[in-house]
């Protein structure tokens, strides 16, 4: 069965950087984009970026443009998504998504990796 | 980027209630729209994807519809374990975007 595994919750300190990861099984992972999403606490969802694992190709919403790093490790099957820059707003959970181009379509998420940010 | 609203934000309903939510995309996204159902604590699940098409396991009583600019999810029969929240999301070109979320209440 499809499955996407996070890391756990983090700390960090404002200023400093994150990387979760998100270990896919049960399907080709070189053969669907990966989404980033998060969503503070009480909040709605925020759409991060995409990353296709067979190319490395990557596309990444205006408001990160600069500040986040969406990669891959293929011999692993496993997704990494990379925050720096750090403040106390991107205390959040943070979601990878498997997602289906031909059919628009995100089916199956990891289970969320809380990172909060504070001094 | 494409700016999604949704309507209402909060809805009270009642068990057995048809209720619909809207989702206006800025500019047109044919039919690239998907609906997602969240529960507190919870990831999101897919209810609808292409604006019209089930989720393979999602209950009938959900339907999609809409194209180009507006969207409509409706629940043909509230049912208790449908009370949370709901967001739409596009999928046109390289940045997808969330609508802000509906919360769906017992009345």
Request: aromatic letters at 12%.
């Amino acid at each position: 069965q499809v499955q996407l595994v996070q890391s756990g919750a983090e700390v960090k300190k404002p200023g400093a950087s994150v990387k979760v990861s998100c270990k896919a099984s049960g399907y080709t992972f070189t053969s669907y984009d990966v989404n980033w999403v998060r969503q503070a606490t009480g909040q709605g969802l925020e759409w991060m970026g995409w990353m296709n694992p067979n190319s490395g190709n990557t596309g990444y919403a205006q408001k990160f443009q600069g500040r986040v790093s969406m990669t891959r490790n293929t011999s692993i099957n496993t997704a990494y998504m990379e925050l720096s820059s750090l403040r106390s707003e991107d205390t959040a959970v943070y979601y990878c998504a498997r997602y289906i181009a031909a059919a628009g379509k995100v089916d199956y998420w990891g289970q969320g990796a809380l990172v909060t940010v504070s001094s | 980027d494409i700016q999604m609203t949704q309507s209402p934000s909060t809805l009270s309903a009642s068990v057995g209630d048809r209720v619909t939510i809207t989702c206006r995309a800025s500019q047109s996204i044919s039919n690239w729209l998907a609906w997602y159902q969240q529960k507190p604590g919870k990831a999101p699940k897919l209810l609808i994807y292409k604006a019209s098409s089930l989720e393979s396991g999602v209950p009938s009583r959900f339907s999609g519809s809409g194209s180009g600019t507006e969207f409509t999810l409706t629940i043909s029969s509230l049912q208790p374990d449908d009370f949370a929240t709901y967001y739409c999301q596009q999928y046109n070109g390289y940045s997808y975007t969330f609508g802000q979320g509906t919360k769906v209440e017992i009345k």
